[in-house]
Each structure stands twice: as structure tokens, then as C-alpha cells.
């Protein structure tokens, strides 16, 4: 700049030098080169504008996403060496300049970068073929590559699910491409790796293992005699359902039979099964007498079996009493009835007889008696009209209910036959 000053006498003028100074812009073009899985070298290109003062540093900031750590490096040149990355380990670089005056804002990385050596020697991902109350096996395939040095063993490798801290379990030599995985916790779940090694070290991580929760799987087949009534009684014409909570490993399989052993799949228009991992219910519709049985529910596996018996006892009204009704003793006034006891009680006692009588001309059922004790058969009908003629009619009953009614087959007309 030239400064002029000017007045009446005269003009002088004189040079002067102005320097503006700042934090220098970001640094340039980022990259990441020479990856290996404990080690990589970062690059870059000095900022368009140093500040006016000349950049004296430049701060690297290393960020591990797997477990989400970060830490910074301090470079006075444009490239550096990040050492002791996590083997497996995803990273995020960026890169800042410093002057006299400040920091320039960071310049990111593109992608994210796989701590790995190049050569390549990962293991196939392991698989889990058997597992048990505290222990799981797992396979894998070889690895494609040696890197150069033949692979001396194989270590495995778990982690419980929820932690990020991979814990050494064993190692085999390289001809066994499998393991067994003791001393887990039964409930957890847990995931694998393996890892190659030789004479240059530790090679690539394979990837992990799905996930698999520890738990049995030789239990022998059970079931919870909890959760059933050991007895169900149920009025005929009803659905009735039984059901049984089972339990085993491998899952156990399920068959419900009558206590003769005869499958219920025998009548299927009254019969369905439905059954789930660990339920089993059998349902009965519009039940009939007959289906008063006790029913047995049977589940096993390799390791075992189990049964349970259920009691179900169906009632109904009785049926009517048997054979015909006998009339008997015919007088003026009064006759003998007799009759036989039904074959079906419903599956209750018989409490009592119901006995009527409709006298011809009248066409109107009246009772003769309500209660006719059920140990007896016979009962005599008196204060009947001379020369009428009645039919008459027996009907059981029990808690139930009443039976459909016997009648006689012909009126009888109530006279004296001896005069």
C-alpha cells in the first residue's frame, strides 16, 4: 500500500506493507494407504491457506467404531504412521492443521477403514453344529491363504452377546477345523471367531458366528403333571378340551389315545389335536356317552417319555327304563305297574321314577306319582274309575335330568274281571 499526505506547502508519500494472518483452511485429499491389521499410513496435502504464518502441526484423530474409542496423534508432516489398531477393528480417520493463530476445521476420510493385513489368511465363518446346557462345538473352513508362512493352529475365540470383549478359548492345530467351546452359561447367547497364526502371526479374524443361545438338548420328554386336572366331568352335547404342558430336547413328539391304546384319530368327526412347541390339547365335540373314557396323552423323544391319564366322564340324562311296561292285578280301581330299570343311567344313579297316567276320554297326562324310589320297580295305581280306560307311562330320572317316557302298549280298561 503507498500512503500520500498532502497540504498547502507540499506532498510526501511512503510504502506500507500489511499482513492479515489466520487459522489456516482444512488440509487436502485424506487417504488411507499400507493397511495391515495392527498398523496403517495416512497421507495428505497441505491446506490452500496457511494462515499468513506457516502451519507448525498437524493433529490426526483416530476413531475405532467397533468399540467407539477415539485418540489423537500429533504429526509436524503430512503423513504418519497409526500404530496399534484392534485386529477386525472398523476405523474413521481426519486430519486438522494448526498455526500460530489457530486450528482449521478437520478434513474427514471417506470410508471407513478394516484394520487387516492384505494377504488375506481369514478362516471360514464358524458354524455351530451341537450345543448343550454349557457347552457348544463349532466348524469352520480353512483358511485360502497362508500368507506366505504355513498356519501353525487355529484359536477360538467368544463373546457374549451384550459385551464387546472376545475372550481366548482354545486353539487346535491346523489340520482340525473344529472345536468344542466349554464352560458357557446356560440362557446366554454367545458368538465365535477364529483367527489363523503363523511364524508373521496372527492372520485376518474370520467373521462371527450366528448367534446361538446355550441351553440343553438332551432332556428327556416330560410332562408337567401341574398343569392338567387329572379328572373332567362334562354334560353330553358339550365340547370338552384337555390339555397337557409338555417339555424336552429335542422337542418331544405327542400322541393321544384312549387307555385301551386305541388312536383317537379313529373318529375324527368328533376328535381334533392341536400342539405346539411344548402344548398339547385334544378337543372333543358335542360329546356323547360314549366318549366317557379316560384319555392318555404320551410324549417322547431319544431320551425318554412320559404320560398322563385323564378321567373324563360324561353325564346325561338316563335312558328310559327297559323292555315294556307290564300292567298287572287289573281291578275297578286300581292296577300294577311294572317295569325294568334302564340299561344307560347317564352316568348317575337313577334317584327316583316319575309315573303318569291319561285316562282316554280326556286325552291329559296326570301324574300319579313324582317320586318313585329308584329300588323299586313296581308301584300300584289306585282311586283309577271303574270301566275307564288309561294308558300309562314310566320316566328315570337322575341329577341330570328326566328320561324320555316308557308307555304301556295299549290302554287298559280297569274293571273287576271276576265281578
Known amino acids: 500500500y503507498e500512503l500520500r499526505l498532502t497540504n498547502n506547502s507540499g506532498e510526501v508519500s511512503a510504502e506500507?506493507?500489511?499482513?492479515?494472518?489466520?487459522?489456516?483452511?482444512?488440509?487436502?485429499?485424506?487417504?488411507?494407504?499400507?493397511?495391515?491389521?495392527?498398523?496403517?499410513?495416512?497421507?495428505?496435502?497441505?491446506?490452500?491457506?496457511?494462515?499468513?504464518?506457516?502451519?507448525?502441526?498437524?493433529?490426526?484423530?483416530?476413531?475405532?467404531?467397533?468399540d467407539n474409542k477415539k485418540r489423537t496423534i500429533t504429526e509436524s508432516s503430512k503423513q504418519c504412521i497409526v500404530n496399534n489398531l484392534a485386529p477386525g477393528h472398523l476405523y474413521k480417520f481426519k486430519v486438522k492443521a494448526v498455526n500460530a493463530e489457530g486450528e482449521s476445521d478437520w478434513l474427514l476420510g471417506e470410508d471407513e477403514t478394516l484394520a487387516k493385513d492384505p494377504w488375506g489368511v481369514q478362516p471360514g465363518t464358524p458354524v455351530v453344529i451341537d450345543f448343550d446346557k454349557d457347552r457348544a462345538e463349532i466348524q469352520w473352513t480353512a483358511s485360502k491363504k497362508d500368507g506366505g508362512s504355513p498356519i501353525l493352529k487355529y484359536v477360538i475365540e467368544k463373546r457374549q452377546i451384550g459385551s464387546t470383549e472376545w475372550q481366548t478359548v482354545g486353539m487346535v492345530p491346523p489340520e482340525e477345523l473344529c472345536a468344542i467351546v466349554p464352560d458357557l452359561l446356560e440362557g446366554e447367547r454367545y458368538e465365535f471367531r477364529v483367527v489363523s497364526v503363523n511364524k508373521a502371526g496372527r492372520g485376518e479374524y474370520s467373521d462371527p458366528s450366528e448367534p446361538v443361545t446355550i441351553k440343553a438338548t438332551k432332556i428327556a420328554a416330560k410332562i408337567d403333571h401341574t398343569?392338567?386336572?387329572?379328572?373332567?366331568?362334562?354334560?353330553?352335547?358339550h365340547d370338552f378340551h384337555l390339555e397337557i404342558l409338555y417339555y424336552g430336547q429335542p422337542v418331544p413328539i405327542v400322541e393321544w389315545t384312549s387307555s385301551q391304546g386305541d388312536p383317537l384319530i379313529d373318529d375324527p368327526d368328533h376328535f381334533t389335536v392341536r400342539t405346539s412347541q411344548n402344548c398339547s390339547m385334544l378337543s372333543c365335540k358335542e360329546c356323547k356317552r360314549n366318549h366317557s373314557l379316560k384319555y392318555v396323552a404320551t410324549v417322547r423323544n431319544m431320551h425318554g417319555s412320559d404320560s398322563a391319564t385323564i378321567d373324563v366322564h360324561v353325564v346325561d340324562t338316563p335312558g328310559k327304563?327297559?323292555?315294556?311296561?307290564?300292567l298287572s292285578n287289573i281291578r275297578k280301581s286300581s292296577v300294577v305297574l311294572k317295569w325294568e330299570h334302564p340299561v344307560n343311567t347317564g352316568g348317575k344313579p337313577i334317584t327316583n321314577y316319575v309315573v303318569e297316567k291319561r285316562q282316554m276320554d280326556l286325552g291329559v297326562w296326570d301324574q300319579v306319582s313324582h317320586f318313585v324310589p329308584a329300588t323299586t320297580c313296581e308301584l300300584k295305581v289306585d282311586k283309577l274309575q271303574s270301566g275307564e280306560a288309561y294308558l300309562f307311562r314310566i320316566a328315570a330320572e337322575n341329577e341330570e335330568g328326566r328320561s324320555e317316557y316308557l308307555v304301556c302298549d295299549e290302554p287298559v280298561v280297569v274293571e273287576n274281571k271276576f265281578g
Open 16 to 66: 506500507v506493507s500489511i499482513k492479515v494472518i489466520s487459522a489456516p483452511s482444512s488440509p487436502r485429499q485424506l487417504a488411507v494407504r499400507d493397511i495391515f491389521k495392527e498398523k496403517c499410513r495416512l497421507r495428505w496435502e497441505e491446506p490452500d491457506d496457511d494462515g499468513g504464518v506457516g502451519i507448525e502441526k498437524y493433529i490426526i484423530e483416530v476413531h475405532d467404531v467397533t
Open 227 to 237: 398343569s392338567y386336572e387329572s379328572s373332567l366331568k362334562v354334560k353330553a352335547g
Open 321 to 326: 327304563p327297559t323292555g315294556s311296561l307290564q
